[in-house]
């Protein structure tokens, strides 16, 4: 079985930063994508950024220029740096990845709350 651990979430203050990370463990071949969603309170999920290889990313233009996602593939782990951060980051973000382990499949974190204050 296939867990996708994050952490990294908690509370900061306008203008701060922090660091998300998830961990992939378990039975796990190959990782395809590796994503970071958030959830805002009454508000649909949302893709954040996402990554296939490291070097191939995408991010919402909400975010651009002050999120970085990255991922070390031998730790199985991605990562989302969030830099100027702003009110309006606050909501839980959740790990997204396609995972080989005998067939693709897509697995989701538990989630990790980010609150930003003014």
């Known amino acids: 079985q296939v867990q996708l651990v994050e952490s990294g979430g908690g509370l900061v203050q306008a203008g701060g930063s922090l660091r998300l990370s998830c961990a992939a463990s378990?039975?796990?071949?190959?990782?395809?994508?590796m994503a970071w969603y958030r959830q805002a309170p009454g508000k649909q999920r949302e893709l954040v950024a996402s990554t296939i290889s490291g070097t191939s990313t995408k991010y919402a233009d909400s975010v651009k220029g002050r999120f970085t996602i990255s991922r070390d593939n031998a730790k199985r782990t991605v990562y989302l740096q969030m830099n100027s951060l702003e009110p309006g980051d606050t909501a839980v973000y959740y790990c997204?990845?396609?995972?080989?382990?005998?067939?693709?499949?897509?697995?989701w974190g538990q989630g990790t709350q980010v609150t930003v204050t003014d």
């Open positions: 378990g039975t796990v071949f190959s990782i395809g994508t």
């Open positions: 997204n990845a396609d995972v080989y382990d005998y067939r693709w499949y897509n697995y």
